[in-house]
């Protein structure tokens, strides 16, 4: 082996071969052979076969070069060709691959078809406009023209993926005309490859079928000698080698499955570069070299998987994975047909929010030479309009963390569809809005895939309809929360009250059970009294009996006090007459008693229980009364909150509405003040994101500043003045009041013309400083703005931040040089000193507005507060993304961080052992974050080319969104009286723009001439709602 000299690899991997490759091109010799022939015949070849099956390798790297080499029909004429795919505008690319024919043959009475726009109308306009204009070349040129149209079935699957019309009668021209160009000019051809499963979708256009027929070529399997030759000629071409095992491992593997071929060709391609660094001696590439690469199993996972980890940040890798799911269809007609989604660079730019320069570093590596994962090859330079594609689906197969992406996107879009039909159900009033569990799902979807528009319109285009539903269904969720916390606390009071009642209650029944104690108590006193009288009067009767048998037995000896006796007899009858008496009261009584105890018991038992009665009477009396003041309370709150709730969705819809509407100025307007009317009448929230949207889009306030010649880095607002400095150089002076003038150019030395990166205000607004990409600082005094300027000499690195104390006396500086600087300014002598230094780059720098405080933040992520009172410092984060941007509010209590993926921290500058508040919205690098004056109202610029203006009192609410620049925004500042907002772009552009719905509102009211029509007022709020006039009431 050391004696033979190696090529290049041999094996083109898992794209196509090429018409320059055809000498390592084998195993399809007798199907070229049959071809040519019917080429010659037919004039239209149908090239079908399944996926992967080698139809585009069999066309560009076998069928052409044998046409043009003449290899099995001699050459008669000369042969031009041109290979183009179809897309979503065929006629489009018909007439790019016609005008660059034109340029090649150099036709000269074409000249008013030169420009493809020229082309584009003749062929979309006359049906005969292909045939009239090849026609025309072949007479002049005596040569043979062939079109190669790749990848056929998009004309299928773009039709399947909208229903515009257009695009289906585009289709429809763009086959009629290939055919009649096929039957009328003797001198053109025409090949198409397509997968053979859209065969039967080719039904749908006119005579397309019949000429199928005519043409049609299935690609068949390879048989085993063909695929050997396939394997081991390319070899034995590039002066290697192959052990005959390991052909019989490749066979095995690839069986008979067409789509294997190109994952073969892919091992293959690893295979080689692993033997080529690996191999010793003559040693033939054998098992273990292909064993290597993970086999063609798994080489093409590997090889992709080891690429993506090699991708040098998390950005890249982020935007990796927006790049492949953007380029990834599973189709939409429930088929199962995975198929890719050629997208123009600029489209995947807006749906990733990323540079063109940040997606081109990663194609690029993707598709570099021996790799070839993406088209088209490295060998052409991308733009803009460049059509991204992966290069075969069998990617989308193998490679493991594609697949998951793919899952992971068919999941959102799934969530998002029934977000956007349930939004639009509810508008109907069909369906209620959303609670959990799927509500939670939804907001769980929405933070972590932060869907924008240009992502949601490739499934639907409500979006911001969509979003909307989501923030009544999450607000009414959070309401409905409330609500029920505040019943319990009403239970809770009324549970007490009852208690309460209980107890009174209790206290009651207790002294009607002692008043019936005491009652008892007597009856059981005189009972006792008249036993006593009963027992005296039985000893009474004894004594009398005694007495008797006492005076009979003396009676025979005292004859003369018979009559005593008799006497004694008779009053001891009496007595004893009265005994009996005082028994019987006696029982009497005791009867009484007992019937009194009884009444008693039965007064209380009927007192009771009359009591609990009336009581429970009294109280289911008040408990109705208050549940039907509470019902109807809460039925008038309901019935007026569900009001004001679908105005302020009215509200919203008009404004998304009178974005979407089309060369009608004042229907535009109309919807746009009527949004703001609805939202204000319905206390909604003072600067709504989409009314005031649609507010600016129809008054069109935005002014927009041209005067440097680079981007625009920082603003300060001194008075009516706007200072702007520059990547140019330059700083300028702007009058707010008159922002249409020329402004004046403030003066700086020589040097600061490489760049001036910041701006920065004195506390008392009597001193400025600006930072320069030089390392040096100048100072001004801002009552003499043209007089010279102090310099701070610095270390010649790039200034990034600069930031003032309290009392003006100190300037802090930061720097691509990792060190804090700290200026003593308030002496006539300026002397400075490094505090603090840093592993990486600091990027922003802050003092506390009323302490000698000074917060830093480096590349790194680490944010550390420095203590200038005991010189001490504290790190309050050690590492994480790179801190861009970091502000104080107005009295110094807390403190905003923004960092490079445009995370935003909320911090409490006396509680700092607790967890910032996450701020989400932004996508890339927070470049500044401004409030306005002593206030909590703040605006953040980011890298994603958007404003967001928000309010720190009411972060539930979305906060305003301004998009207005083509490029980065690197700073933002607020009027003084804070109505408008200035923003300074890498775009060279400076923007104001009026932020208070109200001021914009009262502009676009001036502009109005009319009111809703009846017909328009009932389209766009409902019938249902009373009409009210806009103006003129």
């Not at 048989?223 to 080698?241: M, Q, Y």
């Not at 003066?747 to 701006?759: D, W, Y």
């Not at 208070?996 to 766009?1020: D, H, Q």
Request: glycine letters at 4%; proline letters at 3%.
């Amino acid at each position: 082996m050391g004696g033979k000299k190696l090529f290049l690899n041999p094996f083109p991997g898992i794209r196509s071969f090429e018409a320059e490759e055809d000498i390592i091109f084998f195993g399809r010799e007798s199907q070229i052979k049959e071809l040519v022939p019917r080429l010659y015949e037919t004039h239209f070849l149908a090239i079908t076969g399944s996926s992967g099956c080698g139809k585009s390798s069999l066309v560009r790297a076998g069928l052409l070069p044998s046409l043009f080499k003449g290899k099995h029909i001699p050459n008669e004429l000369e042969w031009h060709h041109q290979i183009f795919r179809p897309g979503n505008e065929p006629i489009i690319r018909l007439s790019e691959s016609l005008s660059l024919l034109f340029q090649e043959l150099q036709i000269q009475n074409l000249s008013e078809f030169g420009d493809v726009s020229n082309i584009y109308s003749k062929l979309n306009e006359d049906a005969n406009g292909l045939s009239d204009l090849l026609q025309q070349i072949v007479s002049q040129k005596k040569i043979n023209l062939l079109f190669v149209i790749d990848q056929f079935e998009e004309l299928f699957r773009y039709q399947q993926a909208t229903e515009k019309e257009s695009v289906k009668s585009e289709a429809d021209k763009f086959v009629q005309l290939i055919l009649q160009a096929s039957r009328k000019i003797p001198n053109a051809f025409f090949i198409i490859t397509m997968r053979s499963d859209f065969l039967g979708d080719c039904t749908e256009f006119r005579g397309l079928p019949e000429a199928i027929n005519k043409g049609h070529h299935l690609v068949v399997r390879m048989s085993d000698e063909e695929k050997k030759l396939a394997i081991t000629k390319p070899i034995e071409v590039c002066g290697g080698s192959i052990s005959n095992r390991l052909i019989a491992k490749l066979l095995h593997d690839v069986g008979d499955d067409p789509d294997q071929l190109p994952v073969m060709q892919h091992a293959l391609m690893r295979t080689w570069d692993y033997w080529l660094l690996n191999r010793i001696g003559d040693e033939p590439i054998d098992l273990h070299h292909y064993e290597a690469i993970g086999t063609m199993q798994q080489a093409i996972s590997h090889h992709a998987e080891k690429i993506y980890q090699d991708l040098s940040s998390l950005q890249q890798k982020f935007l990796t994975e927006k790049l492949f799911k953007a380029l990834t269809d599973l189709g939409s007609d429930n088929t199962g047909r995975g198929t890719r989604r050629p997208t123009p660079l600029k489209d995947i730019c807006t749906l990733a929010e990323a540079k063109e320069s940040e997606l081109i570093s990663i194609i690029d590596i993707f598709r570099a030479p021996g790799c070839a994962f993406l088209m088209p090859s490295h060998h052409y330079q991308l733009n803009e309009d460049s059509i991204i594609d992966i290069s075969h689906e069998s990617i989308m197969r193998k490679w493991e963390r594609l697949k998951e992406w793919v899952e992971e996107e068919t999941k959102s879009a799934q969530l998002y569809l029934r977000l956007s039909k349930s939004s639009e159900l509810y508008l109907e009033g069909k369906t209620a809005l959303w609670v959990n569990p799927e509500l939670q799902l939804a907001i769980n979807w929405q933070n972590t895939n932060k869907p924008n528009r240009t992502w949601a319109a490739r499934y639907d285009f409500a979006f911001d309809r969509a979003m909307q539903f989501l923030d009544f269904s999450k607000k009414e969720f959070e309401q409905e929360i409330a609500k029920k916390e505040k019943q319990q606390q009403r239970e809770l009071r009324r549970t007490r009250r009852f208690a309460l009642f209980l107890g009174a209650a209790s206290i009651i029944s207790l002294m009607f059970l002692l008043v019936s104690l005491n009652l008892r108590f007597k009856a059981e006193a005189s009972e006792k009294k008249a036993l006593e009288k009963e027992k005296i009067a039985s000893t009474e009767q004894r004594v009398a009996e005694q007495q008797k048998r006492e005076a009979v037995s003396q009676k025979r000896i005292a004859e003369q006090q018979q009559q005593i006796a008799e006497q004694q007899q008779i009053i001891t009858e009496e007595q004893k007459q009265y005994a009996v008496e005082q028994q019987k009261i006696a029982e009497d009584q005791k009867k009484e008693a007992l019937q009194q105890k009884q009444q008693a018991d039965l007064a209380k038992s009927i007192a009771i229980q009359a009591k609990d009665e009336a009581e429970k009477q009294k109280q289911d009396a008040i408990n109705q009364k208050k549940i039907a003041d509470s019902e109807r309370l809460k039925a008038e709150v309901s019935e007026k909150n569900t009001m004001r709730l679908r105005l302020l969705a009215i509200a919203r819809s008009m404004a998304i509405q009178s974005l979407k509407i089309q060369n009608n100025p004042q229907l535009t307007n109309l919807l746009a003040f009527n949004a703001y009317l609805f939202n204000d009448r319905n206390n909604g929230p003072e600067n709504e994101p989409d009314i005031f949207t649609a507010l600016s889009n129809a008054v069109q306030d935005n002014l927009i500043l041209r005067n440097h010649s680079d981007g625009v880095r920082s603003l300060a607002v001194l008075n009516n003045a706007l200072i702007s400095c520059s990547d140019d150089g330059s700083v300028k002076l702007w009058n707010i009041n008159n922002l249409s003038t020329s402004p004046t150019t403030i003066p700086l030395p020589e040097a600061a013309k490489k760049g001036v990166r910041t701006i920065t205000l004195s506390r008392d607004e009597n001193w400025i400083a600006f930072g320069t990409t030089t390392g040096n600082i100048y100072l001004k005094r801002t009552s003499s703005l043209e007089g010279n300027s102090t310099t701070l000499s610095g270390s010649g690195f790039v200034i990034t931040g600069i930031s003032f104390n309290y009392d003006n006396s100190l300037l802090a500086s930061v720097g691509s040089d990792r060190k804090l600087r700290l200026w003593e300014i308030s002496s006539s002598v300026i002397t400075s000193s490094v505090i603090d230094s840093s592993d990486g780059k600091f990027l922003s720098v802050a003092f506390h507005p009323k302490q000698n405080l000074i917060l830093t933040g480096d590349e790194r992520g680490r944010l550390t507060l420095h203590n200038l009172q005991n010189n001490s410092k504290k790190i309050l984060n050690e590492k994480g993304k790179a801190i861009t941007s970091i502000t104080f509010n107005f009295d110094g209590s807390s403190f905003l961080v923004g960092n490079s993926i445009g995370g935003i921290q909320f911090w409490e500058t006396n509680n700092l052992s607790k967890k910032p508040v996450e701020l989400l919205g932004h996508t890339s690098s927070i470049n500044s974050i401004r409030f306005f004056k002593d206030t909590e109202t703040f605006a953040t610029a980011s890298s994603d080319r958007i404003i967001r203006v928000w309010n720190l009192n009411k972060l539930n609410e979305l906060p305003l969104v301004i998009d207005s620049h083509d490029s980065w925004i690197y700073d933002v500042a607020f009027s003084k009286d804070g109505t408008k907002l200035f923003s300074a772009s890498e775009d060279r552009t400076i923007q104001a723009r009026t932020i208070k719905s109200n001021i914009v509102a009262k502009t676009l009211k001036s502009k109005l001439s009319r009111n809703f029509s009846v017909e328009e007022w009932n389209k766009f709020v409902g019938d249902d709602i009373p009409f009210e006039k806009s103006i003129g009431q």
